[in-house]
């Protein structure tokens, strides 16, 4: 393997992700137990979008525009409704 490559793959940031990726995958596994599937994927994949956009600010610095706000609200209140029961 290329000393470089390896160097990557021992990474702090690439073993974050992979243990950060697992922890995602247990929590849905969990999800499954009590939501119906048709509501557990996309809370998933807000939730992944929504820590995305919070962790690129704080990371790599990117601006929080108002546009960033609003959709990060609107897919809050979309885990929001889909999540609770009723």
Not at 3 to 18: E, N, Q, T
């Amino acid at each position: 393997m290329d000393a470089g490559l390896a160097d990557k793959f021992l990474s702090i940031a690439f073993i974050s992700a992979i243990i950060f990726y697992a922890i995602t995958i247990v929590l849905y596994a969990k999800a499954l137990g009590s939501m119906e599937v048709s509501a557990a994927y996309p809370v998933m994949m807000g939730s992944g979008f929504a820590m995305l956009t919070i962790a690129s600010h704080y990371v790599f610095g990117e601006p929080f525009q108002l546009s960033k706000w609003t959709g990060l609200a609107l897919v809050l209140a979309g885990i929001y409704f889909l999540a609770r029961e009723g």
